[in-house]
Protein backbone atom coordinates (compact mmCIF):
# COMPACT_ATOMS: atom_id res chain seq x y z
CA UNK A 1 0.00 0.00 0.00
CA UNK A 2 1.14 3.72 -0.57
CA UNK A 3 -0.58 6.85 1.18
CA UNK A 4 -3.35 8.15 0.13
CA UNK A 5 -3.67 11.45 -1.90
CA UNK A 6 -5.99 13.66 -2.76
CA UNK A 7 -7.36 16.05 -5.73
CA UNK A 8 -10.18 18.64 -5.22
CA UNK A 9 -12.46 19.15 -7.87
CA UNK A 10 -16.03 20.88 -7.86
CA UNK A 11 -18.10 19.02 -5.56
CA UNK A 12 -15.26 16.22 -4.42
CA UNK A 13 -11.85 16.09 -2.72
CA UNK A 14 -11.38 12.78 -4.57
CA UNK A 15 -8.97 9.94 -2.37
CA UNK A 16 -6.54 8.21 -4.05
CA UNK A 17 -3.71 5.93 -4.59
CA UNK A 18 -0.72 6.74 -7.17
CA UNK A 19 1.77 4.23 -8.29
CA UNK A 20 4.83 4.47 -10.60
CA UNK A 21 6.83 7.08 -11.91
CA UNK A 22 5.30 10.30 -11.92
CA UNK A 23 6.33 10.98 -15.42
CA UNK A 24 4.86 7.36 -16.75
CA UNK A 25 1.56 7.48 -19.28
CA UNK A 26 -1.75 7.59 -16.71
CA UNK A 27 -3.81 4.33 -16.31
CA UNK A 28 -6.76 4.38 -14.08
CA UNK A 29 -8.33 1.93 -12.73
CA UNK A 30 -12.06 2.44 -11.44
CA UNK A 31 -13.86 0.18 -8.88
CA UNK A 32 -17.32 -0.81 -8.71
CA UNK A 33 -19.84 -1.38 -6.04
CA UNK A 34 -19.57 -3.19 -3.41
CA UNK A 35 -15.52 -3.18 -4.17
CA UNK A 36 -12.66 -0.47 -3.26
CA UNK A 37 -9.59 0.43 -4.73
CA UNK A 38 -8.12 -2.92 -3.02
CA UNK A 39 -9.68 -4.75 -5.85
CA UNK A 40 -7.12 -3.96 -8.19
CA UNK A 41 -4.01 -4.17 -6.13
CA UNK A 42 -2.72 -7.27 -8.04
CA UNK A 43 -3.05 -5.57 -11.49
CA UNK A 44 -1.04 -2.40 -10.69
CA UNK A 45 2.21 -3.76 -10.44
CA UNK A 46 2.73 -5.29 -13.79
CA UNK A 47 1.96 -1.70 -15.30
CA UNK A 48 4.38 -0.40 -12.71
CA UNK A 49 7.19 -2.42 -13.96
CA UNK A 50 5.99 -1.55 -17.55
CA UNK A 51 6.77 1.88 -16.58
CA UNK A 52 3.18 3.20 -16.38
CA UNK A 53 1.50 5.79 -13.71
CA UNK A 54 -1.21 4.33 -12.31
CA UNK A 55 -3.87 6.14 -9.98
CA UNK A 56 -6.70 4.24 -8.72
CA UNK A 57 -9.75 6.48 -6.99
CA UNK A 58 -11.84 6.28 -4.67
CA UNK A 59 -15.40 6.44 -6.26
CA UNK A 60 -17.72 9.28 -4.35
CA UNK A 61 -19.34 7.71 -1.13
CA UNK A 62 -16.06 5.34 -0.73
CA UNK A 63 -13.25 5.69 1.66
CA UNK A 64 -11.56 9.08 1.96
CA UNK A 65 -13.66 10.33 -0.78
CA UNK A 66 -15.48 13.32 0.37
CA UNK A 67 -18.09 15.94 -0.40
CA UNK A 68 -16.61 19.49 -0.29
CA UNK A 69 -20.06 20.80 0.84
CA UNK A 70 -22.73 19.46 3.62
CA UNK A 71 -25.61 21.17 1.48
CA UNK A 72 -24.55 19.19 -1.61
CA UNK A 73 -27.48 16.72 -2.66
CA UNK A 74 -25.48 13.29 -2.49
CA UNK A 75 -26.76 11.60 -5.87
CA UNK A 76 -25.07 8.90 -7.59
CA UNK A 77 -26.15 8.56 -11.10
CA UNK A 78 -24.27 7.27 -13.46
CA UNK A 79 -23.09 10.71 -15.56
CA UNK A 80 -22.32 11.94 -12.22
CA UNK A 81 -19.83 9.36 -12.04
CA UNK A 82 -18.36 9.13 -15.11
CA UNK A 83 -18.02 13.09 -14.82
CA UNK A 84 -16.26 12.27 -11.43
CA UNK A 85 -13.41 10.37 -13.54
CA UNK A 86 -13.25 13.86 -15.56
CA UNK A 87 -12.88 15.83 -13.31
CA UNK A 88 -10.28 14.15 -11.66
CA UNK A 89 -8.01 13.22 -14.76
CA UNK A 90 -8.30 16.96 -15.40
CA UNK A 91 -7.23 17.86 -11.32
CA UNK A 92 -4.13 15.77 -12.29
CA UNK A 93 -3.32 17.40 -15.42
CA UNK A 94 -3.76 14.52 -17.28
CA UNK A 95 -4.72 15.74 -21.49
CA UNK A 96 -4.83 11.60 -22.17
CA UNK A 97 -5.19 8.67 -20.26
CA UNK A 98 -6.08 4.80 -20.27
CA UNK A 99 -8.88 3.58 -18.01
CA UNK A 100 -10.29 0.27 -16.84
CA UNK A 101 -13.11 -0.44 -14.18
CA UNK A 102 -15.27 -2.99 -13.44
CA UNK A 103 -19.12 -3.10 -12.36
CA UNK A 104 -19.85 0.96 -11.75
CA UNK A 105 -16.44 2.08 -12.35
CA UNK A 106 -17.04 0.09 -15.86
CA UNK A 107 -20.30 2.25 -16.12
CA UNK A 108 -18.05 5.48 -15.79
CA UNK A 109 -15.26 4.57 -18.09
CA UNK A 110 -17.70 3.69 -21.05
CA UNK A 111 -19.34 7.28 -20.38
CA UNK A 112 -16.27 8.97 -20.28
CA UNK A 113 -14.98 7.27 -22.95
CA UNK A 114 -18.36 8.02 -25.51
CA UNK A 115 -18.34 11.27 -24.26
CA UNK A 116 -14.61 12.45 -24.01
CA UNK A 117 -12.57 10.01 -26.71
CA UNK A 118 -10.40 12.61 -27.43
CA UNK A 119 -9.25 11.78 -23.61
CA UNK A 120 -9.03 8.00 -23.75
CA UNK A 121 -5.95 6.41 -25.50
CA UNK A 122 -7.52 2.78 -24.59
CA UNK A 123 -10.38 1.24 -22.47
CA UNK A 124 -10.14 -2.21 -20.73
CA UNK A 125 -13.85 -2.83 -20.01
CA UNK A 126 -14.52 -5.60 -17.45
CA UNK A 127 -18.33 -6.41 -18.33
CA UNK A 128 -18.52 -4.78 -21.73
CA UNK A 129 -21.30 -2.02 -22.34
CA UNK A 130 -22.98 -1.07 -19.27
CA UNK A 131 -24.78 2.87 -20.19
CA UNK A 132 -28.17 2.31 -18.95
CA UNK A 133 -31.35 4.08 -20.10
CA UNK A 134 -32.38 6.32 -17.32
CA UNK A 135 -35.08 8.27 -19.40
CA UNK A 136 -37.38 5.41 -20.89
CA UNK A 137 -39.37 3.24 -18.35
CA UNK A 138 -38.02 -0.66 -18.24
CA UNK A 139 -39.07 -3.35 -19.76
CA UNK A 140 -39.48 -6.30 -17.40
CA UNK A 141 -36.69 -8.63 -17.44
CA UNK A 142 -37.11 -12.41 -17.27
CA UNK A 143 -37.52 -14.03 -13.76
CA UNK A 144 -34.06 -15.18 -13.53
CA UNK A 145 -33.10 -12.05 -14.25
CA UNK A 146 -35.00 -10.04 -11.74
CA UNK A 147 -34.49 -12.48 -9.14
CA UNK A 148 -29.83 -11.35 -9.36
CA UNK A 149 -31.19 -7.94 -8.64
CA UNK A 150 -32.83 -8.77 -5.20
CA UNK A 151 -30.44 -5.99 -3.86
CA UNK A 152 -31.56 -3.68 -6.11
CA UNK A 153 -34.73 -3.51 -5.29
CA UNK A 154 -34.10 -3.64 -2.16
CA UNK A 155 -32.43 -0.80 -1.72
CA UNK A 156 -35.35 1.08 -3.84
CA UNK A 157 -37.43 0.35 -0.33
CA UNK A 158 -36.99 1.92 3.28
CA UNK A 159 -36.05 -1.25 4.86
CA UNK A 160 -33.44 -1.32 2.29
CA UNK A 161 -32.24 1.80 3.42
CA UNK A 162 -32.16 0.60 7.42
CA UNK A 163 -30.90 -2.83 6.58
CA UNK A 164 -28.02 -1.39 4.32
CA UNK A 165 -26.92 1.34 7.47
CA UNK A 166 -27.56 -1.81 10.23
CA UNK A 167 -25.95 -4.58 8.01
CA UNK A 168 -23.83 -3.19 5.43
CA UNK A 169 -20.47 -5.41 5.95
CA UNK A 170 -22.99 -8.79 5.99
CA UNK A 171 -24.77 -7.74 2.47
CA UNK A 172 -21.22 -6.50 0.96
CA UNK A 173 -19.76 -9.92 2.40
CA UNK A 174 -23.04 -11.73 0.58
CA UNK A 175 -22.98 -9.68 -2.58
CA UNK A 176 -18.91 -10.67 -2.99
CA UNK A 177 -19.59 -14.48 -2.63
CA UNK A 178 -22.87 -14.98 -4.67
CA UNK A 179 -21.46 -12.49 -7.41
CA UNK A 180 -18.19 -15.19 -7.45
CA UNK A 181 -19.19 -18.19 -6.19
CA UNK A 182 -15.96 -20.00 -7.46
CA UNK A 183 -13.81 -17.48 -5.10
CA UNK A 184 -12.82 -18.06 -1.67
CA UNK A 185 -12.54 -14.21 -0.16
CA UNK A 186 -10.41 -14.34 3.47
CA UNK A 187 -11.70 -12.37 6.11
CA UNK A 188 -8.23 -10.53 5.83
CA UNK A 189 -9.33 -9.18 2.32
CA UNK A 190 -12.86 -8.32 3.18
CA UNK A 191 -11.72 -6.06 6.14
CA UNK A 192 -8.73 -4.69 4.12
CA UNK A 193 -11.76 -3.20 2.22
CA UNK A 194 -14.86 -2.75 4.94
CA UNK A 195 -13.63 0.63 6.00
CA UNK A 196 -14.02 2.24 2.82
CA UNK A 197 -18.24 1.23 3.27
CA UNK A 198 -18.08 3.46 6.67
CA UNK A 199 -17.95 6.48 4.09
CA UNK A 200 -20.90 9.04 5.99
CA UNK A 201 -21.80 9.18 2.34
CA UNK A 202 -22.29 5.67 0.94
CA UNK A 203 -25.80 5.03 2.17
CA UNK A 204 -26.77 7.73 0.12
CA UNK A 205 -24.99 7.46 -2.71
CA UNK A 206 -25.88 3.58 -2.76
CA UNK A 207 -29.37 3.91 -2.44
CA UNK A 208 -29.40 7.06 -5.20
CA UNK A 209 -27.60 5.04 -7.79
CA UNK A 210 -30.02 1.81 -7.82
CA UNK A 211 -33.05 3.99 -7.05
CA UNK A 212 -32.30 6.70 -10.34
CA UNK A 213 -32.02 4.01 -12.47
CA UNK A 214 -34.85 2.68 -12.03
CA UNK A 215 -36.94 6.03 -12.26
CA UNK A 216 -37.63 6.59 -8.76
CA UNK A 217 -34.85 9.52 -7.55
CA UNK A 218 -34.33 12.42 -9.57
CA UNK A 219 -31.17 13.17 -11.15
CA UNK A 220 -28.87 15.94 -10.94
CA UNK A 221 -30.50 18.96 -13.35
CA UNK A 222 -26.88 19.58 -15.03
CA UNK A 223 -26.79 15.74 -16.25
CA UNK A 224 -30.11 15.58 -18.07
CA UNK A 225 -28.94 16.11 -21.48
CA UNK A 226 -26.26 13.99 -20.82
CA UNK A 227 -28.84 10.99 -19.66
CA UNK A 228 -30.66 11.63 -22.78
CA UNK A 229 -28.03 11.03 -24.95
CA UNK A 230 -27.24 8.19 -23.12
CA UNK A 231 -30.35 6.62 -23.06
CA UNK A 232 -29.85 6.12 -26.92
CA UNK A 233 -27.08 3.63 -26.49
CA UNK A 234 -24.22 5.88 -28.06
CA UNK A 235 -21.46 4.20 -29.52
CA UNK A 236 -17.69 4.03 -27.84
CA UNK A 237 -14.93 4.78 -30.37
CA UNK A 238 -11.91 4.22 -28.36
CA UNK A 239 -9.54 1.12 -29.00
CA UNK A 240 -10.98 -1.24 -26.12
CA UNK A 241 -11.10 -4.80 -24.83
CA UNK A 242 -13.81 -6.22 -22.89
CA UNK A 243 -13.12 -8.71 -20.89
CA UNK A 244 -15.96 -11.16 -19.29
CA UNK A 245 -15.93 -12.94 -16.31
CA UNK A 246 -16.60 -16.50 -16.78
CA UNK A 247 -17.65 -17.39 -13.64
CA UNK A 248 -19.86 -14.54 -12.72
CA UNK A 249 -22.84 -15.13 -10.04
CA UNK A 250 -24.58 -12.54 -11.34
CA UNK A 251 -24.47 -12.58 -14.64
CA UNK A 252 -23.33 -15.23 -16.83
CA UNK A 253 -21.38 -14.48 -19.93
CA UNK A 254 -22.50 -14.93 -23.05
CA UNK A 255 -19.80 -16.38 -25.35
CA UNK A 256 -21.10 -14.51 -28.18
CA UNK A 257 -19.62 -11.00 -29.12
CA UNK A 258 -21.82 -9.40 -31.33
CA UNK A 259 -23.68 -7.36 -28.95
CA UNK A 260 -20.47 -5.57 -27.83
CA UNK A 261 -18.63 -5.78 -31.36
CA UNK A 262 -21.70 -2.97 -32.09
CA UNK A 263 -21.23 -1.48 -29.08
CA UNK A 264 -17.29 -0.50 -29.24
CA UNK A 265 -16.60 0.31 -33.02
CA UNK A 266 -12.61 -0.01 -32.15
CA UNK A 267 -12.85 -3.00 -30.51
CA UNK A 268 -9.23 -4.79 -30.68
CA UNK A 269 -10.60 -8.20 -28.88
CA UNK A 270 -12.91 -9.79 -27.10
CA UNK A 271 -12.12 -12.33 -24.42
CA UNK A 272 -14.24 -14.62 -21.71
CA UNK A 273 -11.73 -14.96 -18.85
CA UNK A 274 -11.73 -18.20 -17.06
CA UNK A 275 -11.96 -19.00 -13.22
CA UNK A 276 -12.95 -15.21 -12.76
CA UNK A 277 -16.29 -14.11 -11.19
CA UNK A 278 -18.04 -10.65 -11.00
CA UNK A 279 -14.76 -9.14 -9.49
CA UNK A 280 -12.21 -10.00 -11.96
CA UNK A 281 -9.80 -8.01 -11.41
CA UNK A 282 -9.03 -9.70 -8.14
CA UNK A 283 -9.14 -13.26 -9.63
CA UNK A 284 -7.59 -12.76 -12.84
CA UNK A 285 -5.74 -9.02 -12.21
CA UNK A 286 -3.26 -10.76 -14.90
CA UNK A 287 -6.01 -10.55 -17.60
CA UNK A 288 -6.49 -7.35 -17.26
CA UNK A 289 -2.90 -5.82 -17.01
CA UNK A 290 -2.46 -7.86 -19.96
CA UNK A 291 -5.04 -6.30 -21.99
CA UNK A 292 -3.76 -2.53 -20.68
CA UNK A 293 -0.36 -3.20 -21.67
CA UNK A 294 -1.18 -4.95 -25.56
CA UNK A 295 -3.93 -1.54 -26.24
CA UNK A 296 -1.42 0.97 -25.32
CA UNK A 297 1.67 -0.63 -27.76
CA UNK A 298 -1.11 0.13 -30.21
Not at 262 to 279: C, M, Q, S, Y
Request: with cysteine.
Amino acid sequence: MVDVKSVLTEQLSIGYEDHGDSKGFPVILLHGFPYDIRSWDQVIPPLVTAGKRVVVPYLRGYGPTKFISSETPRKAQQSAIAQDVIDFADSLGFKEFALSGFDWGNRAACIASILHPESVRAFVSVGGYAVQDTVNEEIPASANSEAKLWYQWYFNTEQGRVGLENNRRDIIRYLWETWSPGWNYTDEAFEMSAPSFDNPDFVEITLHSYRHRHLNAAGEGRFIGIEQKLSKGPEIHVPSIVLRGGESGLWEPSRNSANDKEKFTNLIDWRVVERAGHDLPVQRPDAVSTALLELLKL
